[in-house]
């Protein structure tokens, strides 16, 4: 069997990661999918048709976690995955490639906050599904119809399908109705407190925050790769997260290997913003970056970093990253892999001695040019004049 | 850092490279270099290129910490004549490269550094179709696998060391080498030593040693009588057996290794140090071969234990052996010990094949608790015989009385080393061999005993019954066989001068039966003009045989003409049908026919019929005879009748009698001709038109389904013949006696309760 992927679209400043595990079971979090118009532009949706599983020629995803509504981790949700009833998927929906969700991670206190196109269907569907399960509709755990619930109720009361849910301090190890005994994710927010707390950004701060964990092998004691994955989490989230996982004594869920910064690598995970009135790092933060292990990489998902006052990405953000982790070890979406001009994903593979980049391929001796040739697709002109 | 690299051992190479294959090489690799490379010479018309290649490491440290750097610095050494038909060699350039460590690393030689085992199959193949870049990304990839300690493709398992440079083959069972190691089935003579029976084939030309029998306290004294007959025998006497001891030694129990040594022993002296790194005890071994050593040739086995961490890559236990073999002359040993330096050679290990792996290797299942009873081993049989038996299913009585004459090697799986011998009996032993360390399960026999088939034991072991012996005689005996009943029958033979390859497999409950299946094919003739075509070359053939009169003289003759292709084309189909048979036998009969056109191309077609069972009943008359309709017919006639009303109906039956099997078979009927009359009580079968659609249905099946009696209804009843009737039949009777052969008078009528069939 293949070892477990995760690989970091390049998707400007917003976030679209694909977790593969063994078994093919594939989890998304959050998407960006932009417009391919222009030729810089990485073609994610393509990557995923060939990423994802297919169920008689219908595209899956195992689990679609929606870490927040923000339009850049939502982008795209409404036109590429599919809507409605499985059962009414047509072949009209498979020519266009919608990738359908078997089982979607919902938050009701942030589907609340945002108001967007793409954060509006995520949120219908939502219902949708809730609807199925509240009213006991046999349809209701075909995949298509799965719901998780992440965390606690906002105004809407869910109290009565609480077997869909699982709250911060929760360990969630069967996904899409299949128990996984190598990988597991382990809840850290959204927490109840994100209810009271108030601010500018209390919609960024109250994202899904959680650590996936990865074994190569039940014999295995300690975990093979810890992914740290945040949405636009800020520091007053980090300050929670980190006291609430202390108190319960479950430390072991916040070391890391891979830290997806959050907010795309922007000041807010440090302090408040703007950096220059808030100088200093919080020390909870600075402590959530000590539980890194050896070897750890922090992935900005975001513009190019540069020396300026663009937040996010913010520059002394990264410089307090690469602080932990050295430069070598910080590693940008945009300008990590970059091939005629198109940046291309981070992809690392888990291997029980922790994350290393996946193999190189071979190519061949005998060689052909496809039809997607550029040289093919434009003229060629020839000639003396 | 300079001083621990391989390379600087190395002379710059001075001549000029004329391979353009390998110039173009070294051009790709400098530009990947990013600078110019070194050209090394590293002997026999090869070079050596170092190179660093780039390795992508894990983040929480390599596998077990072994050092696997960033950078690593390796050899690559090409065939300046060869290449890049050869592929090139790859090896590490780091002295202290871990490489006891590691598996997937050819054992050094000549002090060369140990090279990387970068691709499963031959690397030679493998360079075919790849570029000098892509050789650097196996390799890359290959160490960042080592730091993964993903290198050995099952994690479970542990990878044995990789081996080259054998002289020789060693043939034993794993499991048996394993059980002499615990004492099950060998006798110690040391603490962890013991000594087994091995034979050198004469002809073999590389050196090979077979595994005959361990030596336990039972037959030591027996085996050293054996050998000892043998090495009386002369050089020259064909019979002589070639009998080596050969000494296993392994280590201590508690003595577990991992490690790779990658530098195996050539020498005594390397041997004891290879014995001192893997902790095994050589002072046995050496007093054994010093003091009491049997062999009389200089040259014996000595297979050595190690015990890993983890069960080999494929075995049922963690003890890797590898197998040297010895060379001591009487000069090398004195007082106990082994005096001089005498060489040590690498053999190669073999597992001798088991029906399990062939099953496994030919992707079949085998029902091991059934038992296929073959009768005819001739060309056809023996094929198919071989076939089953190839992909492990053994379990076989094979039975035919002939033996292998000259001319049959033409056709036969046998060879020439068989002839004169029984078929059966030969064929049982060849399948023996292909499995020699199983028990038997073939049996060859001349003949069965008389009356074998007519008593149940006999089918109770064998669920199959298959007949290839083309003899009609057997198929009627088959066919009236009453001993058997829930067995799958299968009769396949060749016909149409070699062309057609048919197989007759009955249905449930022998029904249809091979006899119903055959008449079925032929009626077939009526509308199928292959068939038709067939069977009417068929009857040329046999009425060509009858003017040059060749009694006794069959398949079975050095003047019939047949090529062993045409055969093995049948015989593979039908092997090929067998097995999916045996895997789910359906419960339809079956007819399967492969036909090989011969012009304008050679081309091979092959047809599938499936038959619903025959309504059996027996003569009312006479219940000796029995009468078997195709499927459909009586329901026809019986149609036909009741339309007719409340007048008498008749007509005429088609298809064969067999007097062997008191059988006659109907495959088809023909209404009233119009000149028939009918009315309540009398029915007067016309004839108009009747001759020529009988003489076309003769015709079209080559004689084989004919005019085979009457039919007429008693709407009123009774269920007897009537007078009228009686004297119809007499009539007949008088003609048909007389015929050549006779034909029996055979009469059915219909009835408000059914058909009843009468046979004088």
């Given at each position: 069997m293949p070892n477990p992927r995760i690989k970091y679209y390049p998707v400007g400043n917003g976030d679209t990661s694909l977790i593969t595990l063994e078994d093919n079971t594939t989890i998304i979090v959050d998407c960006n999918i932009r417009n391919c118009d222009e030729n810089d532009i990485y073609d994610v949706k393509a990557d995923l048709l060939k990423s994802v599983q297919f169920a008689n020629g219908v595209p899956y995803?195992?689990?679609?976690?929606?870490?927040?509504?923000?339009?850049?981790?939502?982008?795209?949700?409404?036109?590429?995955?599919?809507?409605?009833?499985?059962?009414?998927?047509?072949?009209?929906?498979?020519?266009?490639?919608?990738?359908?969700?078997?089982?979607?991670?919902?938050?009701?206190?942030?589907?609340?906050?945002?108001?967007?196109?793409?954060?509006?269907?995520?949120?219908?569907?939502?219902?949708?599904?809730?609807?199925?399960?509240?009213?006991?509709?046999?349809?209701?755990?075909?995949?298509?119809?799965?719901?998780?619930?992440?965390?606690?109720?906002?105004?809407?009361?869910?109290?009565?399908?609480?077997?869909?849910?699982?709250?911060?301090?929760?360990?969630?190890?069967?996904?899409?109705?299949?128990?996984?005994?190598?990988?597991?994710?382990?809840?850290?927010?959204?927490?109840?407190?994100?209810?009271?707390?108030?601010?500018?950004?209390?919609?960024?701060?109250?994202?899904?925050?959680?650590?996936?964990?990865?074994?190569?092998?039940?014999?295995?004691?300690?975990?093979?790769?810890?992914?740290?994955?945040?949405?636009?989490?800020?520091?007053?989230?980090?300050?929670?997260?980190?006291?609430?996982?202390?108190?319960?004594?479950?430390?072991?869920?916040?070391?890391?290997?891979?830290?997806?910064?959050?907010?795309?690598?922007?000041?807010?995970?440090?302090?408040?913003?703007?950096?220059?009135?808030?100088?200093?790092?919080?020390?909870?933060?600075?402590?959530?970056?000590?539980?890194?292990?050896?070897?750890?990489?922090v992935i900005s998902s975001s513009k190019k970093i540069e020396d300026d006052d663009n937040n996010p990405p913010h520059f002394e953000a990264k410089r307090e990253y690469v602080k932990k982790v050295t430069e070598s070890n910080f590693l940008n979406t945009t300008t990590y892999n970059v091939i005629n001009g198109v940046p291309q994903p981070i992809v690392f593979e888990v291997t029980t001695q922790g994350v290393v980049k996946p193999k190189q391929s071979e190519g061949t001796a005998k060689v052909i040019g496809g039809a997607g040739l550029g040289a093919v697709n434009s003229a060629s002109k020839y000639g003396n004049g | 850092m300079e001083m621990d690299r391989f390379r600087v051992s190395l002379p710059v190479f001075s001549s000029d490279i004329e391979n353009p294959a390998l110039r173009d090489s070294l051009k790709s690799l400098e530009a990947l270099n990013g600078s110019k490379l070194q050209i090394l010479d590293w002997g026999n018309d090869k070079i050596a290129v170092p190179f660093n290649i780039g390795v992508n490491l894990p983040s929480l440290g390599n596998f077990e910490n072994i050092d696997i750097r960033e950078i690593e610095p390796i050899i690559l050494v090409f065939d300046l004549i060869n290449y890049p038909l050869s592929a090139p060699k790859v090896f590490t350039d780091r002295l202290d490269f871990p490489k006891s460590n590691l598996a997937h690393l050819y054992i050094a030689v000549n002090n060369r550094p140990p090279g990387f085992c970068y691709v499963r199959e031959n690397a030679d193949e493998w360079y075919a179709n790849k570029r000098i870049d892509d050789l650097i990304i196996r390799i890359s990839n290959w160490l960042r696998d080592a730091a993964t300690g993903e290198l050995t493709e099952n994690g479970e398992q542990f990878e044995p060391l990789r081996l080259e440079g054998y002289i020789g083959t060693i043939i034993y069972d794993y499991n048996s080498l394993i059980g002499i190691v615990k004492g099950d089935n060998a006798f110690h003579f040391k603490k962890q030593l013991a000594v087994a029976l091995f034979e050198r084939p004469i002809q073999a030309e590389r050196y090979t040693f077979k595994f005959i029998k361990s030596l336990t306290v039972g037959n030591t004294f027996s085996t050293?009588?054996?050998?000892?007959?043998?090495?009386?025998?002369?050089?020259?006497?064909?019979?002589?057996?070639?009998?080596?001891?050969?000494?296993?030694?392994?280590?201590?129990?508690?003595?577990?290794?991992?490690?790779?040594?990658?530098?195996?022993?050539?020498?005594?002296?390397?041997?004891?140090?290879?014995?001192?790194?893997?902790?095994?005890?050589?002072?046995?071994?050496?007093?054994?071969?010093?003091?009491?050593?049997?062999?009389?040739?200089?040259?014996?086995?000595?297979?050595?234990?190690?015990?890993?961490?983890?069960?080999?890559?494929?075995?049922?236990?963690?003890?890797?052996?590898?197998?040297?073999?010895?060379?001591?002359?009487?000069?090398?040993?004195?007082?106990?010990?082994?005096?001089?330096?005498?060489?040590?050679?690498?053999?190669?290990?073999?597992?001798?094949?088991?029906?399990?792996?062939?099953?496994?290797?030919?992707?079949?299942?085998?029902?091991?608790?059934?038992?296929?009873?073959?009768?005819?081993?001739?060309?056809?049989?023996?094929?198919?015989?071989?076939?089953?038996?190839?992909?492990?299913?053994?379990?076989?009585?094979?039975?035919?009385?002939?033996?292998?004459?000259?001319?049959?090697?033409?056709?036969?799986?046998?060879?020439?080393?068989?002839?004169?011998?029984?078929?059966?009996?030969?064929?049982?032993?060849?399948i023996k061999?292909?499995?020699?360390?199983?028990?038997?399960?073939?049996?060859?026999?001349?003949?069965?005993?008389?009356?074998?088939?007519?008593?149940?034991?006999?089918?109770?072991?064998?669920?199959?019954?298959?007949?290839?012996?083309?003899?009609?005689?057997?198929?009627?005996?088959?066919?009236?066989?009453?001993?058997?009943?829930?067995?799958?029958?299968?009769?396949?033979?060749?016909?149409?001068?070699?062309?057609?390859?048919?197989?007759?497999?009955?249905?449930?409950?022998?029904?249809?039966?091979?006899?119903?299946?055959?008449?079925?094919?032929?009626?077939?003739?009526?509308?199928?003009?292959?068939?038709?075509?067939?069977?009417?070359?068929?009857?040329?053939?046999?009425?060509?045989?009858?003017?040059?009169?060749?009694?006794?003289?069959?398949?079975?003759?050095?003047?019939?003409?047949?090529?062993?292709?045409?055969?093995?084309?049948?015989?593979?189909?039908?092997?090929?049908?067998?097995?999916?048979?045996?895997?789910?036998?359906?419960?339809?009969?079956?007819i399967y026919l492969n036909r090989i056109i011969d012009s304008p191309d050679y081309t091979i077609e092959t047809q599938v019929l499936s038959i619903e069972p025959f309504k059996v009943l027996s003569a009312v008359n006479d219940s000796n005879w029995a009468v078997r309709f195709k499927d459909g017919i009586v329901e026809q006639i019986e149609h036909v009748s009741s339309k007719a009303g409340r007048n008498e109906t008749g007509g005429v039956l088609v298809g064969i009698c067999n007097y062997k099997t008191k059988t006659i078979h109907v495959t088809g009927y023909i209404n009233a001709p119009i000149d028939s009359k009918a009315d309540a009580f009398n029915f007067i079968r016309g004839h108009e038109g009747l001759p020529d659609e009988i003489r076309a249905i003769q015709n079209n099946s080559g004689g084989q389904i004919g005019y085979i009696g009457e039919w007429h209804s008693h709407p009123e009843g009774p269920n007897m013949l009537s007078q009228q009737d009686m004297i119809s039949v007499n009539q007949h009777k008088a003609e048909f006696q007389h015929l050549n052969p006779p034909l029996p008078v055979f009469l059915c009528i219909i009835t408000p309760d059914g058909l009843f069939p009468f046979v004088f």
């Open positions: 995803v195992d689990i679609f976690i929606l870490t927040h509504g923000d339009q850049d981790h939502c982008r795209g949700f409404k036109k590429h995955f599919y809507q409605g009833a499985p059962e009414k998927y047509s072949e009209a929906h498979k020519k266009e490639g919608l990738i359908r969700v078997a089982e979607m991670w919902f938050s009701p206190m942030i589907a609340e906050q945002h108001s967007n196109d793409d954060e509006d269907a995520y949120q219908q569907e939502a219902e949708r599904r809730l609807a199925l399960h509240r009213k006991k509709d046999p349809r209701k755990d075909n995949p298509g119809n799965r719901i998780k619930i992440i965390g606690y109720d906002g105004n809407a009361d869910y109290k009565d399908l609480d077997h869909l849910r699982a709250v911060p301090g929760e360990i969630v190890s069967r996904f899409n109705d299949k128990g996984q005994p190598l990988f597991s994710v382990f809840i850290h927010a959204p927490f109840k407190e994100h209810l009271e707390t108030l601010g500018d950004d209390k919609k960024n701060s109250t994202s899904i925050v959680f650590q996936a964990r990865f074994k190569n092998n039940l014999f295995q004691a300690d975990f093979s790769t810890l992914a740290m994955f945040g949405g636009d989490s800020d520091h007053t989230s980090w300050c929670i997260i980190l006291e609430k996982t202390k108190k319960y004594k479950n430390e072991h869920a916040l070391n890391w290997d891979l830290f997806l910064s959050p907010h795309h690598c922007s000041w807010s995970f440090f302090n408040d913003r703007p950096q220059a009135e808030h100088p200093e790092p919080k020390e909870t933060s600075l402590e959530a970056l000590d539980f890194r292990r050896t070897g750890a990489r | 050293i009588k054996e050998v000892d007959e043998e090495r009386k025998k002369g050089k020259e006497d064909a019979t002589r057996k070639n009998y080596h001891y050969a000494y296993i030694l392994w280590n201590e129990e508690d003595i577990i290794n991992k490690e790779y040594y990658v530098n195996l022993p050539k020498s005594w002296e390397e041997f004891k140090s290879f014995c001192g790194f893997y902790g095994l005890d050589f002072s046995q071994l050496e007093e054994l071969i010093a003091t009491s050593d049997g062999n009389s040739f200089v040259y014996f086995p000595v297979i050595v234990g190690i015990r890993r961490p983890k069960a080999i890559i494929g075995y049922s236990s963690n003890i890797e052996f590898i197998n040297f073999r010895f060379r001591v002359d009487s000069v090398d040993v004195k007082e106990g010990k082994i005096i001089n330096n005498i060489p040590i050679d690498l053999l190669s290990h073999n597992q001798p094949l088991t029906f399990q792996q062939a099953s496994k290797i030919s992707n079949r299942n085998i029902d091991v608790d059934s038992r296929i009873a073959v009768f005819g081993c001739g060309a056809l049989g023996s094929k198919v015989i071989i076939h089953l038996a190839r992909s492990g299913q053994t379990n076989l009585t094979l039975i035919d009385p002939d033996q292998i004459s000259p001319h049959n090697l033409v056709r036969h799986v046998l060879f020439g080393e068989d002839e004169g011998e029984n078929k059966a009996i030969a064929l049982a032993k060849r061999n292909l499995y020699p360390y199983q028990p038997t399960r073939t049996i060859g026999l001349f003949a069965l005993k008389d009356g074998t088939l007519d008593k149940p034991d006999f089918f109770d072991i064998h669920n199959w019954i298959l007949d290839f012996t083309a003899s009609e005689a057997f198929f009627n005996k088959l066919t009236n066989v009453k001993s058997m009943e829930e067995r799958n029958v299968v009769s396949a033979s060749i016909s149409d001068l070699g062309n057609l390859g048919v197989v007759y497999m009955e249905g449930g409950n022998r029904n249809p039966r091979i006899d119903d299946l055959q008449a079925y094919l032929y009626s077939l003739s009526e509308n199928d003009k292959k068939i038709s075509d067939w069977l009417q070359r068929e009857q040329l053939t046999n009425n060509n045989n009858n003017i040059t009169v060749r009694v006794g003289v069959g398949c079975n003759s050095e003047t019939t003409v047949l090529s062993d292709d045409r055969i093995s084309s049948h015989a593979s189909y039908f092997s090929g049908v067998l097995k999916r048979e045996m895997l789910a036998s359906s419960k339809d009969g079956k």
